[in-house]
């Protein structure tokens, strides 16, 4: 009797995963549709927004996706709550990639843009099969996580405030790197966790590794040819 509610007991813990891991990606595919939307909305958005703030037009974007990211986490939880600020989040960060898009296009032509998105999908498919695959605790990555965002973020804004466009390139490539790691310990932390009750959260943090990514290797691709 033991025996069989032991078996059962794990039964329904593996099926309990399954569903969670599927609600993760669930709301990442989600999330990936709105910013899809985002980014055919670029043209439209930034020219308001131009008209709107002028030359601070990026910082103000930049400022309301920081903003929306913060509260995107902050009620990952709460329903329906999570849903619009998830959305609100995705948009906003479709809108950016779309006029990123826009910018290499103008320089380097498609190609770029085009390489990044499928280097982006290639890096997603090998670290989520690594995770799965090896059933590693990826967690001894953090240190060098926090520290590699870090320079990510700091590094982002002095290359944009100072216009230091060799030095962008060269944190685009801590980027990739970083939020690659990032992607590989959140990935392992799903498939590990004991809390199943945040599909939200995590869904939210890869994609945010993912967009990070995409922007950097859109840069890295193209920046030289710009």
């Given at each position: 009797m033991d025996l069989q509610q032991s078996w059962q007991g794990a039964s329904e813990g593996t099926r309990s995963r399954i569903d969670f891991v599927r609600s993760v990606y669930l709301w990442l595919m989600g999330g990936f549709a709105v910013a899809a939307l985002g980014a055919i909305s670029a043209p439209v958005v930034g020219s308001a927004l131009v008209s709107f703030a002028g030359r601070f037009w990026f910082w103000v974007l930049f400022g309301v996706q920081f903003g929306s990211l913060i509260f995107a986490s902050a009620v990952s939880r709460?329903?329906?709550?999570?849903?619009?600020?998830?959305?609100?989040?995705?948009?906003?960060?479709?809108?950016?990639?779309?006029?990123?898009?826009?910018?290499?296009?103008?320089?380097?032509?498609?190609?770029?843009?085009?390489?990044?998105?499928?280097?982006?999908?290639?890096?997603?498919?090998?670290?989520?099969?690594?995770?799965?695959?090896?059933?590693?605790?990826?967690?001894?990555?953090?240190?060098?996580?926090?520290?590699?965002?870090?320079?990510?973020?700091?590094?982002?804004?002095?290359?944009?405030?100072?216009?230091?466009?060799?030095?962008?390139?060269?944190?685009?490539?801590?980027?990739?790197?970083a939020c690659s790691a990032k992607l590989l310990w959140d990935t392992s932390a799903m498939l590990r966790t004991e809390d199943l009750g945040d599909p939200a959260g995590f869904a939210l943090s890869l994609f945010v590794s993912l967009y990070n990514i995409f922007i950097a290797l859109m840069n890295l691709l193209g920046g030289r040819r710009r």
């Open positions: 709460r329903r329906p709550l999570n849903r619009i600020a998830y959305v609100l989040f995705t948009y906003i960060s479709g809108i950016i990639a779309g006029i990123v898009a826009l910018s290499v296009a103008q320089g380097a032509g498609y190609m770029p843009v085009f390489m990044a998105f499928g280097l982006t999908g290639v890096v997603f498919l090998t670290l989520t099969v690594t995770a799965v695959v090896s059933k590693k605790d990826f967690s001894f990555l953090r240190n060098f996580v926090i520290v590699g965002i870090a320079v990510m973020f700091f590094g982002s804004l002095a290359a944009a405030i100072f216009h230091l466009e060799t030095f962008s390139l060269i944190i685009s490539g801590v980027a990739v790197i």
